[in-house]
């Protein structure tokens, strides 16, 4: 069973909800991620989405796609990152973390490559956007031999068929992509989110977290009704912009705002 099955599992048990943030490795500085990420953990993060920067991020909002400009102004490359897992990992060896980003960084670095220094790093598993379970070709079993979940995207707009396809490729989890838009978006409408999640069980064995329009405690209680992960990541980039020349506010504040959402899920 991997770190991400094996959270999933624990967390049913306890009739708890997964809560993963997600934060772009590097900004703020290549110093502070890992920090970061511990202090996470400390506010009730179940699992980690760590974003390696791109220069197009086309999945994402303005508030995503600053963070990684912010990130690779700090010189922050895929290695890099994989350097914060095994940095991570000398510390927890029990958090899941899975590295979201897109496909240009690990093929400049091989596929072959990158599964194997991800799984020495400790990565557990990965996410890349614009890799469609039609073109992933012999990715899932690369992967899955590394001991990686591949994980899969999911829209509104998803077919029965892309939803099976994407069960039988993928590991872990899937995320379901809760609006029609980029990472930030407002609007979510939780009956919707509901009625979604329930038709994409019926298709699939893996848990399923909902993303994209996650903003407050008010908000991750709701999706957490419903789903079996909450992600959130734009509230929480966001507000690393705003404190990105005060450390000590930042690894205080940004924590604060998950601490919120894990309470109001287990109230």
């Known amino acids: 069973m991997s770190r991400i099955s094996g959270c999933f599992a624990r967390l049913a048990a306890a009739n708890r909800k997964a809560l993963i943030p997600y934060i772009t490795a590097g900004d703020g500085g290549l110093d502070l ?8 953990v400390g506010a009730g993060a179940d ?3 760590l974003g390696v920067p791109f220069s197009d991020p086309m999945a994402d909002g303005p508030v995503i796609q600053l963070a990684c400009e912010r990130a690779l102004a700090h010189g922050t490359r ?3 990152v994989l350097e914060m897992v095994k940095a991570f990992r000398a510390q927890d060896e029990v958090t899941p973390v899975v590295l979201m980003g897109y ?3 690990v093929e400049m670095m091989g596929y072959k490559a990158f599964a194997e220094q991800a799984a020495t790093a400790g990565v557990d598993g990965v996410l890349l956007v614009d890799m469609p379970p039609e073109e992933a070709d012999d990715v899932p079993a690369l992967m899955q031999a590394h001991g990686l979940d591949l994980v899969f995207l ?3 707009t998803s077919k029965v ?9 993928g590991s872990g989890y899937v995320y379901y992509v809760s609006l029609k838009g980029v990472t930030g978006s407002a609007q979510l409408n939780t009956a919707e989110v509901a009625e979604r999640v329930g038709f994409i069980r019926q298709h699939v064995s893996q848990p399923v977290g909902v993303g994209f329009g996650i903003r407050d405690a008010a908000s991750a209680k709701a999706v957490a009704a419903v789903a ?3 992600i959130v990541g734009s509230v929480l980039v966001n507000k690393m912009a705003e404190l990105q020349q005060d450390r000590a506010a930042l690894l205080q504040e940004v924590p604060a705002i998950l601490r919120s959402m894990r309470e109001a899920m287990d109230a």
């Not at 991620?33 to 996470?40: E, S």
């Not at 939803?163 to 490729?169: D, L, Q, R, T, V």
């Open 33 to 40: 991620t890992v920090p970061l990420m511990h202090a996470l």
């Open 47 to 49: 699992i980690i989405e």
């Open 78 to 80: 895929l290695a890099d």
């Open 103 to 105: 496909l240009n960084p």
């Open 154 to 156: 999911l829209a509104p």
């Open 161 to 169: 068929e892309r939803i099976e396809a994407i069960g039988k490729a």
């Open 228 to 230: 079996d992960g909450v």
